[in-house]
């Protein structure tokens, strides 16, 4: 029986200090240095702790909060947990594409996170895209909070756009296999299944996603995609990178691959 938060995570710090500030509205540090009298019951307490050990609910839903490039969303069970390493596909987009005005597509947009980020630092002509009409609700009320510019649409995959529509596609798709699904932590359970899983294998949806966008991308136009190292080999094997130029493997923070770069031949 788990009974504290460190029986479960390995964030258990992280996790108790975001708690301990969502229930007293003070930053951590001010409790430290300024200690100040707060008054917290066992019922508050317990509450979230029931949730978090007991249920194996993730805080952003506790909480339906995350944070993603600076900025704080709203977030629940409708849309996937915006992660950290998906922020290096949004800093390498910014930083190769930022002088250069151009027409973009989120695709798979979830929570926005994607897309707010694009919205503020590259500008340009967005566009952010869902199947989920559930998830194309969360998205619009994060963009209205960043009073973002960017235009919503309801899309199965790709299959909504004309051809060569877009200089730019930036995408966090589902590439995890169904076939993991026994392997995964109980709390990624909580997020939605769609979002999550890719197909069998987890590379297929991502291959859907890729012969599409050679009809939808201009002569030249790029997609950065975020995939695994997994279903990455099974895309390389399946020859579908090769009708694209292949411009660069990114790498999270711990050193694994965590997106493509690849470009429409002209």
Not at 182 to 206: D, I, K, S, W
């Amino acid at each position: 029986m788990f009974r504290s938060i460190s029986d479960i995570s390995s964030e258990a710090d992280s996790e108790s200090r975001w708690i301990i500030e969502e229930l007293t509205g003070k930053k951590f540090e001010y409790l430290i240095v300024e200690n100040p009298l707060v008054e917290l019951t066992d019922q508050q307490v317990n509450e979230i702790i029931t949730k978090r050990v007991k249920e194996r609910i993730p805080l952003q839903y506790i909480f339906h909060k995350a944070f993603f490039y600076g900025f704080e969303l709203y977030v629940d069970d409708r849309v996937l947990i915006p992660r950290g390493d998906t922020e290096v596909i949004v800093e390498y987009t910014i930083k190769n594409f930022q002088a250069r005005h151009l027409r973009w597509l989120d695709l798979a947009t979830g929570s926005g996170a994607i897309a707010i980020a694009l919205d503020k630092f590259l500008g340009g002509d967005g566009f952010a895209s869902d199947h989920s009409l559930d998830a194309l609700i969360v998205a619009r009320q994060n963009a209205l909070r960043h009073h973002c510019n960017f235009v919503l649409l309801a899309s199965d995959l790709l299959f909504s756009f004309k051809e060569n529509t877009f200089d730019l596609i930036v995408s966090n798709p589902p590439y995890v296999g169904e076939k993991e699904k026994n392997t995964l932590p109980p709390e990624v359970c909580y997020e939605p299944q769609r979002a999550l899983f890719g197909g069998h294998e987890g590379f297929e949806m991502t291959e859907k996603i890729l012969s599409e966008a050679l009809r939808v991308l201009v002569p030249g136009g790029s997609i950065i995609i975020e995939t695994s190292p997994g279903s990455f080999e099974k895309l390389r094997k399946r020859g579908i990178m090769e009708l694209f130029h292949f411009q660069r493997e990114l790498f999270d923070l711990s050193g694994e691959l965590r997106g493509l770069h690849l470009i429409k031949r002209n």
